[in-house]
């Protein structure tokens, strides 16, 4: 995901946690009409959703994320009767006909609407003024409008029907099935579309958008489908949806095959700068306005492709092995392609996090905010793509990359916490990395680092408790030989010797390598 805008990093209570251990979701059939010109509250969207779960202890209740508002009250219904639900909060508890045993598989369904849920199921105008319907489901927003067990952890089969106005466009999560057209008219004229996605996503993955988009044909790649964007931008978006194809490549070529069947991007009135709906980015409406197209973001998100959706995190502290992965091989991806050099964007992004308020006061990985979406931060970000910049220093590029590579084969389909990536990138380089991940991770802020330079030597002060790194240190000599060499740190106070004193224009960090401060 791209954002586009700050979000506060306040420290609260830890969040409560998803109660998903009770049963696991195999597949949501989803049957949706979505009307975005409808002119009554109960015209936008209607629809069913059924259900296969499979029991992971004996259960009488099913227990689900789900909203309900004055327009949206989903009703349950097992074997064509109505099931008893309560709400407290987000949360639904579903009373079955009859127990299931744990193992044992089952089905129940809810009618959804119709109506205008809460939140997660967006109706309203593009910047053209046109009638649009998107989902928006980061973080916790697929409850709005769809019962679900609403948690990265867990993943399922999505199987969409979607029923939409002739004379406008769909787009769902998936592929079609048996061969068939992207849609079709029915007999009532309404047109008709079918998808299944070839891979298990969470909810918040998961997509449906229904909006009048034309279409922007980028070559290249098989998978390729044509690219939605509204008529009256499609000369600035030709100029922007270059790349993809290359992209591709590169990530397969680099860490593993493409999870889902298909790939586009879709222009919608998202709050977000992009968002990486597994196999159908949603990108923001201006995006195609900047001079740079918006090359950039769209590398960020065909990254999260591999990163945060084909390998997802199981709860939201993790999330900076979805936004930092993108946030470090989205410019990496940019670079190969004509972008700015990679060293370049992580001193932007070093520069960002340096006067950022969690930059100095939150780690990483953090249970402590009131929402999710306030873990998009600039620790998830940039700080993120910076411990795998300074990780690819500390075990060598070869290793870096087979470790990336064995982590991603390895887990591809599932959602996983960091320690399967210290284990892999541990076995890749025969290093010990617990210290790095936790020093990183775990704690907040970097090295802030004093120096004094003598003639033949430079004494490196901490403040602070100090960190273990290497630093790489630039000299002239007084034979005026360009001098160079790393060093690593793990004292309060250290001194390194320099040849060729009395030494002249030092200069710390040339290469763009450690992510620290200047005290």
């Known amino acids: 995901m791209s954002l586009f805008f700050a979000l506060s990093s306040v420290l609260l209570q830890d969040a409560p946690s998803d109660d998903d251990i009770r049963h696991d979701a195999l597949s949501y059939s989803i049957e949706l009409q979505v009307n975005p010109s409808a002119k009554e509250n109960d015209g936008y969207l209607s629809g069913r959703v059924d259900y296969l779960f499979r029991a992971q202890e004996d259960l009488d209740a ?14 349950f219904q097992q074997g064509g009767k109505q099931l008893k639900a309560s709400w407290e909060g987000d949360k639904v508890t579903v009373q079955l006909a009859q127990p299931v045993a744990a193992g044992k598989e089952f089905k129940f369904s809810a009618l959804l609407g119709p109506g205008i849920p809460p939140h997660g199921f967006r109706f309203g105008k593009n910047r053209h003024n046109q009638p649009t319907a998107w989902t928006d489901h980061f973080s916790i927003r697929a409850r709005g409008w769809l019962p679900c067990e609403d948690n990265p952890a867990d993943r399922a089969i999505f199987k969409t029907i979607v029923r939409y106005p002739k004379g406008t466009r769909a787009v769902a999560s998936g592929v079609p099935q048996n061969g068939e057209e992207w849609s079709r008219l ?51 978006a030709r100029r922007g949806l270059l790349h993809h194809a290359a992209w591709m490549k590169t990530m397969e070529e680099v860490f593993g095959p493409y999870s889902y069947g298909k790939y586009l991007v879709v222009q919608v009135p998202t709050r977000w700068g992009g968002m990486e709906n597994a196999g159908n980015t949603w ?44 946030s470090y091989f989205g410019p990496w991806l940019h670079a190969s392609t004509g972008g700015p050099s990679l060293d370049r964007s992580l001193e932007g992004m070093r520069r960002r996090w340096l006067i950022s308020k ?6 990483i990985r953090w249970g402590g905010y009131e929402h999710p979406d306030s873990a998009l931060n600039t620790n998830t970000y940039p700080k993120g793509a910076w411990v795998l910049h300074m990780l690819r220093g ?36 025969g290093q010990t990395l617990g210290w790095f991940f936790s020093q990183w991770l775990d704690h907040p ?18 403040i602070g ?13 007084s034979d005026g030989e360009v001098r160079e060499k790393v060093f690593t740190v793990d004292q309060s106070e250290s001194r390194f010797e320099l040849e060729g004193g009395p030494i002249q224009s030092p200069v710390v960090d040339p290469l763009v390598e450690l992510l620290w401060r200047k005290a």
């Open 283 to 326: 990108l923001m409406e201006r995006i195609f306005d900047a001079p740079g197209r918006g090359i950039g973001t769209m590398a960020h998100e065909l990254a999260h492709q591999w990163f945060g959706d084909a390998v997802g995190y199981a709860a939201w502290k993790e999330v900076w092995l979805s936004e930092g992965f993108a």
């Open 358 to 363: 969690e930059g100095r006061t939150l780690p």
């Open 62 to 75: 099913v227990h689900l994320d789900s909203v309900i508002g004055p327009f949206w009250h989903p009703v």
């Open 186 to 236: 029915q007999k009532d004229g309404w047109m008709f579309a079918e998808r299944e996605t070839v891979a298990e996503i969470p909810p918040y993955l998961y997509a449906i958008g229904v909006g009048p988009w034309d279409e922007v044909i980028e070559g290249g790649e098989a998978r390729l489908r044509p690219h939605l964007v509204w008529t009256r931008d499609k000369p600035k």
């Open 465 to 477: 408790a100090p960190w273990r790194f290497n630093i790489r240190l630039r000299w002239t000599g």
């Open 445 to 462: 802020g970097c090295p802030e680092l004093r120096f004094k330079w003598e003639n033949d030597a430079v004494i490196i002060t901490q």
């Open 394 to 429: 500390q075990v060598g590029d070869e290793d870096f990359f087979a470790g990336i590579k064995s982590w991603y084969l390895a887990n591809r389909g599932t959602a996983v916490n960091t320690s399967t990536l210290r284990e892999a990138l541990e076995e890749a380089s």
